[in-house]
């Protein structure tokens, strides 16, 4: 978390104008960003009465009406995207938990804004990223039980029969990507996958399909030497950025890496533990968890932009990417997929997200350090992306985080 402090006007106006992305990060000298500054890593009965206090404040809460605040309305969120539907996921996890219905409200308003009456999406399923507002259908479908979500979930369900897919049978990241896996597509289709199933009795299927996804990509794509992933291949090899030998790209861009480590925690949540593939998947989340304690960094608890390579001068400690490996962790630990000892990774990844929360002047709570939207390429060009304020990559990763580190004892 951050303490407020007391800066000159200009310096203000600046963080003001970063905080609603009319400058970029970069017009910040530091980061993290702006009004506020880090609290000192002190224990907490050590600390001021103001960071006690602040130490109690509901981050996800905080987050959420923020947000709100930003956008009153929530078709200001604009069109179908998976950005979005991932902070308004996170964003239902705080309803589950406080009941609070402008939480749902505002997520059907949003959903409501792409989705007729019929149930027909005002999007094309040409991606995988078009699916994970699939996530909300089926959330709202349970919540009101609302025929419209329900088909427009069959939409979903139902592209996957007819979607394009590599000869080994993994699915194309979008049909202008052809012949390419990305890791960000497993958790763009396969949590809802498993989830419809569950909804509407097609277990057996989804799982099926679920699991023989995530090994397809993890196939071309997991690097036994690390424990680490690539970001994406293409079996045609003619991308730029594809091995002439392997075919995947160079690079372990951190997001990409907590994008499938979120599919395979989210499909081993509905995955019968007598599937005979269930064993495979734990073994991968164990070698990510396992490389995840190597590589975090020991001081900030935080993971890097290009994964392996923290000791470059130019990469950076990203916080999408954190939020999502603390939250794999500690899910990880809690399902017995890995030793108890892991939770302390997972607490020092926590307190360091926490530290990129700061509140302006106004009492909003914003978020720094995430990296923007991104596609595949080297490492220079991983390490020139934008650093973000409130960007929904990072408001989602961090509120399925808090929502499960809350409750752990991390302080």
């Known amino acids: 978390m951050r303490i407020c402090r007391r800066r000159p006007f200009i310096t203000m106006l600046t963080a003001i104008l970063v905080c609603a992305q009319w400058l970029p990060v970069s017009a910040l000298k530091a980061q993290p960003p702006f009004l ?20 109690r404040i509901d981050w996800s809460r905080a987050l959420a009406d923020s947000s709100m605040k930003r956008y009153p309305n929530p078709v200001d969120l604009g069109s179908w995207g998976y950005a979005k539907a991932l902070y308004l996921y996170g964003q239902y996890l705080v309803w589950k938990r406080t009941g609070d219905r402008k939480y749902l409200d505002y997520i059907e ?15 094309k399923m040409d991606a995988l990223d078009n699916m994970l507002p699939g996530n909300l259908l089926l959330a709202l479908y349970t919540e009101t039980r609302q025929e419209k979500y329900r088909r427009a979930a069959e ?10 897919r590599t000869s080994d049978g993994g699915l194309w990241h979008a049909t202008t990507r052809e012949h390419q896996l990305w890791l960000d597509g497993m958790y763009m289709s396969m949590p809802f996958l ?12 989804a799982n099926d399909e679920a699991a023989k996804q ?25 991308s730029k950025w594809a091995d002439p030998v ?14 499938y480590g979120m599919a395979l925690i989210e499909v081993l949540e509905e995955m019968p533990r007598n599937h005979p593939k269930r064993g495979q998947l734990v073994t991968l989340v164990q070698q990510l968890v396992k490389a995840f304690a190597k590589y975090q960094d020991p001081k900030a608890g935080l993971w890097y932009e290009v994964v392996d390579k923290g000791n470059r001068p130019d990469n950076w400690l990203e916080t999408s990417s954190s939020s999502m490996y603390t939250y794999i962790i500690a899910r990880s630990v809690q399902r017995g997929y890995v030793s108890k000892k892991s939770m302390k990774v997972a607490c020092k990844g926590y307190r360091g997200v926490l530290t990129r929360l700061a509140r302006d002047l106004y009492g909003t709570t914003h978020l720094s350090g995430i990296c923007e939207g991104t596609n595949v390429g080297d490492v220079a060009f991983y390490l020139a992306r934008k650093q973000n304020v409130d960007d929904f990559h990072g408001l989602g990763a961090f509120l399925i985080m808090n929502e499960q580190l809350s409750k752990a004892n991390c302080r």
Request: aromatic fraction near 12%; proline fraction near 6%; charge should be negative.
């Open 36 to 55: 506020c500054e880090p609290a000192p890593a002190t224990e907490a009965q050590a600390a001021p009465a103001s960071e006690q206090a602040a130490a």
């Open 109 to 123: 308003g949003w959903v409501d804004s792409h989705v007729d009456a019929e149930g027909h999406i005002d999007k």
């Open 155 to 164: 939409t979903i369900r139902h592209r996957l029969e007819t979607y394009p």
């Open 194 to 205: 498993v989830r419809y199933g569950k909804l509407f009795n097609e277990s057996e299927y």
């Open 214 to 238: 995530l090994l397809i990509y993890a196939s071309h794509l997991h690097d036994p030497a690390t424990g680490l992933l690539y970001h994406a291949y293409d079996e045609s090899g003619k």
């Open 246 to 259: 392997t075919h995947h790209s160079p690079e372990f861009w951190c997001r990409a890496i907590g994008w």
